[in-house]
């Protein structure tokens, strides 16, 4: 009989981390849930620990809940000894220390939390080779690319990322600027969390997994392709030396490549799968980014090949923006503008430390929210990154939270000012 694999997943609470549940309760006979963490949905978390009695679990606020198994840190759970795989399905930086610690200890790492590549690809890149341990891709791109290098032994020439384009790929400019936060969070092929939805809807989203795609399967930014595919029923493409390509096809479902993940190198049936019906498949599309409409594609894109601190500012810069988008206080096609203005006000670092990745995050998220505070006149200098790295790694005061007025929070000459 196959050894039952013990799973700790980081960010249970979450879109990932729910259907990550789905498929361990799918697949029981195969998997054990030994550890869940999650951040402040408490009455989610603890549903999910009656349900699967893990040994140990964390939660970012206080449990209002008494568990007999251990309260331990997301660091802790990830390297703990009963742990066979980890997933990493928290957001933002809330993965970073948790990957580093699973690696650290030699565990496959199911990666999900895209930031952790994009802040720190370099780090988790060595540190996976060094402790011997293997981080599995959970995107869909991701795991598409990497489903068709198996049993290559020669690296690909161009790997292909597809993209479903959100649902404003054929917005006008004006059309964009009015585009509503119930609008965005309406994908047309994927059910995923608020964060990657509006990201997906910019295109940032596309340039992040180009970041990750480099790092983890240590290809060139220049033999990356984008192209838009609406039906997103090929996940992405990777050709060959000889011209030949391959591709991953499959129903739009985010359990298929966690599946894929957990049961690696096997494949095993899970009935509550969507197949893909091919009668009702009429055509297969694509066409080219159009780079200029998305400008937030070709930000992430350009901070990506930059590299050192420039992904981990524009993870955060994103962040900040989308979440003011979301709250309603600016507008759709000001997130690329915040996102743009505050890289072009940064003054990256090669080759950085964590320490620096995170001293520019904090650095960002300041800069960014003391944008909004600007309402089109001056507003106090954010200090430049030189001065924040020289204090050491300072939180970012916290800011009241002001207004922007559409279109207006990252106007040069306000930038101008702020300076
Ligand atoms: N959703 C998708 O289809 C998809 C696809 C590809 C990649 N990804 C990536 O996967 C990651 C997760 O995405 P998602 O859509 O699942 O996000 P989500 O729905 O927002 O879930 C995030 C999870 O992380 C937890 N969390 C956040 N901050 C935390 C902290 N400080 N400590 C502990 N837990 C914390 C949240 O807990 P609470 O909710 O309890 O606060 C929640 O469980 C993101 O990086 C995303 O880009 C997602």
Same mark, same amino acid.
């Given at each position: 009989?196959?050894?039952?694999?013990?799973?700790?997943?980081?960010?249970?609470?979450?879109?990932?981390?729910?259907?990550?549940?789905?498929?361990?309760?799918?697949?029981?006979? #195969?998997?054990?849930?030994?550890?869940?963490?999650?951040?402040?949905?408490?009455?989610?978390?603890?549903?999910?620990?009656?349900?699967?009695?893990?040994?140990?679990?964390?939660?970012?606020? @206080?449990?209002?809940?008494?568990?007999?198994?251990?309260?331990?840190?997301?660091?802790? &759970?990830?390297?703990?000894?009963?742990?066979?795989?980890?997933?990493?399905?928290?957001?933002?930086?809330?993965? *970073?220390?948790?990957?580093?610690?699973?690696?650290?200890? !030699?565990?496959?790492?199911?990666?999900?939390?895209?930031?952790?590549?994009?802040?720190?690809?370099?780090?988790?890149?060595?540190?996976?080779?060094?402790?011997? +341990?293997?981080?599995?891709?959970?995107?869909?791109?991701?795991?598409?690319?990497?489903?068709?290098?198996?049993?290559?032994?020669?690296?690909? $020439?161009?790997?292909?990322?597809?993209?479903?384009? !959100?649902?404003?790929?054929?917005?006008?400019?004006?059309?964009?600027?009015?585009?509503?936060?119930?609008?965005?969070?309406?994908?047309?092929?994927?059910?995923?969390?608020?964060?990657?939805?509006?990201?997906?809807?910019?295109?940032?989203?596309?340039?992040? @997994? +180009?970041?990750?795609? /480099?790092?983890?399967?240590?290809?060139?930014?220049?033999? &990356?392709?984008?192209?838009? /595919?609406? $039906?997103?029923?090929?996940?992405?493409?990777?050709?060959?030396?000889?011209?030949?390509?391959?591709? $991953?096809?499959?129903?739009?479902?985010?359990?298929?490549?966690?599946?894929?993940?957990?049961?690696?190198?096997?494949? *095993?049936?899970?009935?509550?799968?969507?197949?893909?019906?091919?009668?009702?498949?009429?055509?297969? %599309?694509?066409?080219?980014?159009? $780079?200029? #409409?998305?400008?937030?594609?070709?930000?992430?894109?350009?901070?990506?090949?930059?590299?050192?601190?420039?992904?981990?500012?524009?993870?955060?810069?994103?962040?900040?923006?989308?979440?003011?988008?979301? %709250?309603?206080?600016?507008?759709?096609?000001?997130?690329?503008?915040?996102?743009?203005?505050?890289? @072009?006000?940064?003054?990256?670092?090669?080759?950085?430390?964590?320490?620096?990745?995170?001293?520019?995050?904090?650095?960002?998220? @300041?800069?960014?929210? #003391?944008?909004?505070?600007?309402?089109?006149?001056?507003?106090?200098?954010?200090?430049?990154?030189?001065?924040?790295?020289?204090?050491?790694?300072?939180?970012?005061?916290?800011?009241?939270?002001?207004?922007?007025?559409?279109?207006?929070?990252?106007? #040069?000459?306000?930038?101008?000012?702020?300076?």
């Amino acid at each position: 009989m196959d050894r039952i694999k013990k799973i700790a997943i980081l960010g249970s609470t979450g879109s990932i981390g729910r259907q990550a549940l789905d498929v361990i309760r799918a697949l029981s006979a #195969r998997f054990q849930v030994v550890g869940l963490a999650g951040g402040k949905n408490l009455k989610l978390l603890e549903k999910q620990i009656a349900k699967f009695q893990p040994e140990m679990f964390y939660s970012s606020v @206080e449990p209002d809940f008494t568990y007999r198994g251990e309260f331990l840190s997301m660091e802790q &759970i990830a390297s703990h000894p009963d742990v066979d795989l980890v997933i990493i399905a928290t957001s933002s930086k809330a993965g *970073l220390y948790p990957t580093l610690a699973a690696l650290k200890a !030699g565990k496959t790492v199911a990666l999900a939390n895209k930031e952790v590549l994009m802040m720190a690809g370099e780090i988790i890149v060595r540190e996976a080779k060094s402790y011997q +341990a293997q981080i599995l891709p959970i995107d869909s791109e991701l795991s598409a690319i990497w489903q068709c290098l198996q049993g290559e032994e020669n690296k690909p $020439q161009r790997i292909f990322l597809t993209a479903s384009g !959100g649902p404003f790929y054929h917005y006008s400019q004006p059309e964009l600027r009015k585009v509503t936060v119930e609008q965005a969070l309406h994908h047309p092929t994927w059910k995923m969390g608020r964060k990657i939805t509006i990201d997906s809807a910019t295109l940032l989203n596309k340039g992040a @997994e +180009a970041i990750e795609a /480099h790092w983890l399967f240590a290809i060139p930014f220049e033999s &990356i392709e984008i192209l838009i /595919h609406p $039906q997103s029923i090929i996940h992405s493409m990777v050709e060959f030396m000889d011209g030949s390509i391959k591709a $991953q096809l499959s129903f739009p479902d985010m359990r298929l490549p966690i599946q894929y993940a957990l049961c690696y190198p096997e494949r *095993l049936p899970n009935s509550e799968l969507p197949r893909l019906n091919w009668n009702k498949i009429q055509s297969l %599309n694509f066409e080219p980014v159009e $780079q200029n #409409r998305f400008p937030c594609l070709k930000l992430a894109l350009d901070a990506g090949k930059q590299g050192g601190t420039y992904p981990a500012v524009l993870c955060a810069a994103d962040e900040v923006a989308v979440g003011f988008f979301l %709250n309603k206080r600016i507008s759709f096609t000001d997130i690329a503008r915040i996102v743009q203005e505050t890289l @072009e006000q940064h003054r990256g670092i090669a080759q950085p430390s964590l320490e620096e990745i995170l001293i520019a995050d904090a650095w960002a998220r @300041e800069y960014v929210e #003391r944008l909004s505070l600007c309402h089109g006149k001056a507003c106090p200098a954010p200090e430049p990154f030189a001065s924040c790295h020289s204090e050491g790694a300072k939180r970012p005061k916290n800011l009241a939270q002001g207004k922007l007025r559409e279109g207006e929070g990252t106007r #040069r000459s306000n930038l101008r000012s702020v300076r």
